[in-house]
C-alpha cells in the first residue's frame, strides 16, 4: 500500500525561493501567494513591486520571481527568458548579491533540466554570495532547502540531512513563520522516511517533535489562505506518520488527521490536488484495515479528481492508478485492474514523452539562448573594438591636429623667444662691457690707491724706525747725563752738549738714509734666522742695512766698536751664516 505524503510538494515548492532581505516584505508576500497558488497576486507584486522598478536591482530579484511564476505554467520560453534578462541586468550593475540571484534563479532551472555541474556551480555560488551579507536568512532558507531537494531525488547523494537542518536554522533566523513552518515539515519527513529504512525509535520521536513544531508555527502564520494550507499539509503529513507512533489504533488515528484536512479542503476547489491525495491516503489506510470496499471507494474518488487535474504531478496519479489497480486485483476485478494498470502505462509513456519534451524544449531554448548570448558577446565585443578603433582614430586625428598647432605655435614662440633672447644677450653684452670697463677703471683707481698707500705706509714705517732709534738715542744720552751729574757736578756740559750735537748731525744724516730701509726688512730677518733676534739684534741689523759702520753704530748705540763686533758675530750665529759669509753683505743682499 502506498500512502503520498505532502512533503513531496513542498519539495517540489522549493524552487519557488526568493528573498534578497529578512525586511522584504514584498518579496516574502511573493513566496506566500505562489505558495498557497494565489497567482495573480503574486504576479501583480511582481509587476508593480519590481519590473517598474527604477531600482535595477529589484528589477533582477523581480525577473527571477518571473521565471517561478512561469513555472507554474510550464512556459519554458518565458521562464529562460526572464532569467535572461535578470542576468543582463546584474552584468551591468555588476553587484554581486544581484548576481547571486540570477545564480539562484538558474539553480532552479539547471535543477529542473538535469545539468547536475551547472545546478551545483550556480546554487554554489549563490549560497556563498549571500553567506558574506547579514539578514539573508530568507533566501538561504531556500538555498539550502533547494539543495536538500537535490540530494533527495539523487540516490548518489546520502548525506542531506545537513542540508534539511540549515535550512531550519536559516528559517528561525529569518523569522518568517511560513518557512520554520514548511522547514520542520521537512525535517519530519526525513526523520519518519529514516525510520522506515531503519525502524530505529528515536527517528520517530525526532519526526513528532518536528511535525508539532511545524504546527506551532503555522498557527502563527497570519495570512488565512497560508495558514489554512501550512496547517492542511501538517494534517496530511502527521496522519502517516499517527498510525507508527499509535500502532495499538493506527487505522482511526490516521483517519482522525485525515478527516481534519478534508473538513479544510474539500468544499474548496483550490485544494482539488490536496483532497485527492487525501482521498488516496484513506484508502490505503482502509485497505491496510482489510475493508477492501471503502478502499475501493476512496481510492476512487482520488482518481476522479486527479485524472484530469493538470495541478497534481504524475508521479501523483501513478500513485493512485497503482492502488486502484491492486484494489481492483484483490477483489477479483481483474479487467478493471489491468485497465488501470494499462492507463498507469500510458501515463507513465505520456509523462516520459512530456517530460522530454518539455526537457528537450528547456534544453533547445537554453542552448539557443547561450548561442545567442555568445553572438550577443562577440557583436559587444566586436563593437567594442570598432568602437575603441573608432576612438583611437579619432584621437589620433585630434592629436595629430594639436601637434601641428602645437608646432606651430611652438615655432613663433621659439622665434620670438630667440629675437627676444638675442636682444637681450645683446643688452647683457653692453651692459657687460660697460660694467668691465668700470671694473677695469675702478680696479685702476684702487691699484694706484693701495700703491700710494703702500709708499705712504712704507715712509711712515721708516720714519717710525728713524724716529724709535733716536728716541732710543736721546734716551739713553739723558739717562747717561743724569748719571754722570750725579757722580761728578764739575762735568763740562758744553762739551757734552755739543758731542751729542755732532751725534744728531750724525744721526740727521742717518735719517736721511734710515728711509731707504724696506719695511719688511725685519719679518725677512726672522724669517731666515735660525734662532729668534732681539729687538737690540734688529737695530743692530737696520744700521748695518743702512751701510753704518761699526765706529757709526758705536757713536749711536753709546757702545765700544769691539761691542759692536761681538754683537755682529753672535747675530750671524743666531741666523746661522757660514763662516765665509759676510753678515753685512748677507742683510744688504736679503731679498725683501
Do not use: C
Amino acid at each position: 500500500m502506498k500512502k503520498f505524503s505532502w512533503s513531496i510538494i513542498l519539495l517540489l515548492l522549493s524552487k519557488l525561493a526568493f528573498a534578497q532581505s529578512d525586511f522584504d516584505k514584498n518579496q516574502q508576500l511573493i513566496y506566500s501567494y505562489l505558495y498557497s497558488k494565489d497567482l495573480a497576486k503574486a504576479k501583480e507584486i511582481i509587476d508593480t513591486k519590481f519590473l517598474n522598478s527604477y531600482d535595477s536591482s529589484k528589477k533582477v530579484i523581480g525577473n527571477v520571481y518571473l521565471a517561478d511564476y512561469y513555472s507554474f505554467f510550464n512556459d519554458e520560453f518565458k521562464k529562460a527568458e526572464a532569467l535572461e534578462t535578470a542576468k543582463a541586468i546584474a552584468l551591468k550593475t555588476k553587484n554581486p548579491i544581484d548576481k547571486a540571484y540570477v545564480d539562484f534563479g538558474y539553480a532552479r532551472y539547471f535543477d529542473k533540466l538535469n545539468k547536475k555541474d551547472l545546478f551545483m556551480k550556480s546554487l554554489n555560488q549563490s549560497i556563498n554570495e549571500f553567506s558574506k551579507h547579514p539578514n539573508e536568512n530568507f533566501v538561504l532558507t531556500q538555498l539550502y532547502f533547494l539543495s536538500y531537494n537535490y540530494k533527495s531525488k539523487n540516490s548518489l547523494e546520502t548525506d542531506n540531512r545537513s542540508d534539511g537542518i540549515k535550512a531550519n536554522q536559516y528559517a528561525l533566523k529569518s523569522k518568517n513563520n511560513l518557512f520554520i513552518n514548511f522547514t520542520y515539515n521537512n525535517l519530519g519527513y526525513y526523520y519518519k522516511k529514516q525510520y522506515n529504512i531503519t525502524n530505529i525509535k528515536n527517528y520517530i520521536d525526532s519526526a513528532n517533535v518536528s511535525y508539532k513544531n511545524s504546527l506551532t508555527y503555522a498557527n502563527l502564520i497570519k495570512d488565512p489562505s497560508v495558514k489554512k494550507r501550512s496547517i492542511v499539509v501538517y494534517y496530511l503529513n502527521y496522519g502517516s506518520l499517527a498510525s507508527i507512533i499509535h500502532p495499538e489504533d493506527a487505522i482511526n488515528e490516521s483517519l482522525k488527521y485525515y478527516n481534519k484536512t478534508l473538513e479544510l479542503t474539500e468544499k474548496d476547489p483550490k485544494y482539488k490536488e490536496v483532497t485527492a491525495l487525501t482521498y488516496n491516503n484513506m484508502g490505503s489506510a482502509y485497505e491496510n484495515l482489510g475493508n477492501k470496499v471503502l478502499a475501493e471507494e476512496y481510492y476512487s474518488k482520488s482518481y476522479q479528481l486527479a485524472k484530469d487535474n493538470e495541478d497534481i504531478f504524475p508521479s501523483i496519479k501513478l500513485v493512485i492508478m497503482s492502488n486502484l489497480a491492486r484494489t481492483y486485483e484483490n477483489i477479483g476485478q481483474l479487467d478493471k485492474a489491468l485497465q488501470y494498470e494499462r492507463e498507469a502505462k500510458d501515463l507513465i509513456q505520456k509523462s516520459n514523452q512530456e517530460q522530454f519534451d518539455n526537457n528537450t524544449k528547456s534544453l533547445e531554448i537554453f542552448y539557443k539562448t547561450q548561442q545567442k548570448n555568445q553572438q550577443i558577446k562577440q557583436l559587444e565585443e566586436t563593437n567594442e573594438i570598432y568602437t575603441k578603433q573608432k576612438i583611437l582614430y579619432i584621437g589620433l586625428t585630434l592629436l595629430a591636429i594639436a601637434g601641428v598647432i602645437f608646432l606651430s605655435y611652438m615655432l613663433y614662440y621659439k622665434q620670438k623667444a630667440n629675437k627676444q633672447k638675442t636682444d637681450l644677450l645683446e643688452a647683457e653684452k653692453s651692459e657687460t662691457e660697460l660694467t668691465l670697463q668700470l671694473e677695469k677703471e675702478e680696479k685702476a683707481r684702487l691699484k694706484a690707491e693701495q700703491e700710494l698707500l703702500a709708499l705712504q705706509q712704507e715712509q711712515l714705517q721708516k720714519q717710525a724706525l728713524v724716529t724709535s732709534l733716536q728716541l732710543n738715542h736721546k734716551t739713553t744720552f739723558i739717562n747717561d747725563l743724569k748719571e754722570k751729574l750725579k757722580e761728578d757736578k764739575t762735568i763740562n756740559i758744553d762739551r757734552i752738549l755739543k758731542d751729542e750735537k755732532l751725534k744728531d748731525d750724525d744721526f740727521n744724516e742717518a735719517q736721511s738714509i734710515l728711509q731707504d730701509v724696506h719695511p719688511n726688512l725685519f719679518n725677512r730677518l726672522n724669517d731666515v734666522s735660525k734662532n729668534k733676534l732681539s729687538n737690540q739684534d734688529m737695530k743692530y741689523a737696520a744700521y748695518i742695512y743702512l751701510k753704518m759702520d761699526n765706529i757709526q753704530i758705536a757713536n749711536l748705540m753709546k757702545v765700544d766698536p769691539k761691542t759692536v763686533r761681538m754683537t755682529k758675530y753672535r747675530m750671524k750665529q743666531k741666523i746661522g751664516l757660514e763662516k765665509e759669509i759676510d753678515l753685512r753683505t748677507f742683510i744688504q743682499n736679503l731679498e725683501l
